[in-house]
DNA sequence: CTCCACAGGTCAACGGTGTTGTCGTAAGGT
DNA sequence: ACCTTACGACAACACCGTTGACCTGTGGAG
């Protein structure tokens, strides 16, 4: 029934709910969002949206088609306000580092929406913005066309696919989060050295590196090899891969 | 209620269901893995994993103490399948590639599962083997133990991160996937030069380049890095990160 | 200034979900 | 042959997304 949902030119009457509130798109995107942010993932239901919004939850259907039209606007606005304040700075390996950054806290701060989206294009301004930065720190750094294309591709879909990874994690209920940790510090740190070697050898490393994301150790090593590569191409010569 | 799983070594009785089939975990295990390939990850439910086995769906509780436990056995039983027959070749960046690209594959193999399950911690049998794996192939190529931990790290996250962000992406309905090519080709390919300089100038590359994965591309990148960091530590620079 | 179309809020209901307390029964060990 | 108990079945609970029907008051037209 998608004639329920009223085209934003054509709203016009500003009804208040039974509880007072004046409903819109904006602020039911912004309510989700806080939502999210201050009682977790899970809190993100059509119902308790509704609740905290002092409004019955079929009204939300009166903005949006569905729970996953709802999820891509959120991202929309995700993207917005992860990359409102970039601006390129002319070093094209800081430039690629804080952009990634920025992607990867944005996906952080809202799971539930980055798991969802980090696989859609949308084609819509943000997004195109985006891509046109990212080409732009490349293409300036002197990475011809193709290759440009390729690092973009490779550096985008990192940064997406390690925010929803880790985002997966923190989406998760406390218990499962504790348990995954007792599991590094019981299981993995107590295997004898007889059987599992490296295991044993480098226990007390895995239980404290494991913990964190690597995300900026991943980035890391992304920007060495993106500036090897670029000191191939330099070098002039043509095959910049290793055989 | 975790008292209502029985341990594995404390189980007799193979008592038929009122359909005539006798459970265990791996028949539980394989039917689910079953059910996610042929209708999706969506279809995977307690209930529905109960018809399709032929029992009463609380039976299932018998042998995992919730829905994320069973999702944990999953997620092991896939691990284990990827790696059954890998075998170490001695050349460690050969063999960090095959790792890489079969983990990769085994998780197109099961879009579904792959995206359920790419952030999990198991700490069971065939996930313990592949961290000991990895960790070899590591330690054996000369990285010390904290480094072969942080490389460690960043390579298994990367393939389970890249795995689940390009499932996701087989995952979709067809014609969701039709219109994401479509954006690409339309949207992406008719910017004007003289608002978007940069996507114009690649726009045949992009459309191109974008519908396959990155993963090769990723993965490459990183195994160039992780040579360039063992050179750097051969030649006794403590600090192999770039400033 | 009145009128009335209809945007939009509300209600009730449907069919789904994970999970648990309880009970009956048959399989195994003794 | 007996007893214990593993384990399958059932019913119930609280939640979920979604929809059809209803009602109300707002804002533009006359």
Same mark, same amino acid.
């Given at each position: 029934m998608s004639d329920r949902v009223v085209p934003p030119a054509a709203r016009r009457r500003r009804r208040?709910?039974?509880?007072?509130? #004046?409903? $819109?798109?904006?602020?039911?995107?912004?309510t989700a969002l806080r939502l999210i942010e201050e009682h977790g993932a899970d809190a993100l239901s059509v119902r308790r949206l509704g609740r905290a919004l002092g409004a019955d939850p079929s009204s939300l259907y009166r903005y949006f088609r569905d729970t996953d039209d709802l999820m891509l606007a959120i991202a929309d606005e995700l993207i917005g306000r992860a990359l409102r304040s970039w601006r390129p700075t002319g070093d094209w390996t800081a430039d690629l580092r804080e952009l990634g950054l920025r992607m990867h806290a944005g996906a952080l701060a809202h799971p539930r929406a980055a798991v969802l989206s980090a696989h859609?294009?949308?084609?819509?301004?943000?997004?195109?913005?985006? #891509?046109? $930065?990212i080409l732009g720190v490349l293409r300036g750094a002197g990475f011809?066309?193709?290759e440009a294309v390729r690092i973009y591709h490779a550096f985008v879909d990192q940064a997406l696919a390690f925010g929803a990874l880790d985002s997966a994690g923190t989406a998760l209920p406390?218990?499962?989060r504790e348990a995954e940790a007792q599991v590094?510090?019981?299981?993995?740190g107590r295997l004898p050295a007889e059987t599992h070697p490296h295991i044993a050898a480098t226990a007390g490393h895995l239980v404290t590196?494991?913990?964190a994301s690597s995300y900026p150790a991943a980035l890391e090593l992304f920007?060495?090899?993106a500036r090897t590569r670029l000191e191939r191409l330099r070098a002039g010569t043509g095959d910049a891969r290793p055989h």
């Open positions: 208040p709910t039974k509880q007072g509130v #004046v409903l $819109s798109a904006e602020l039911i995107v912004d859609r294009v949308t084609g819509r301004a943000h997004e195109i913005q985006a #891509v046109e $930065s011809p066309g193709p406390r218990a499962a590094w510090r019981t299981t993995y590196t494991m913990r920007l060495t090899a």
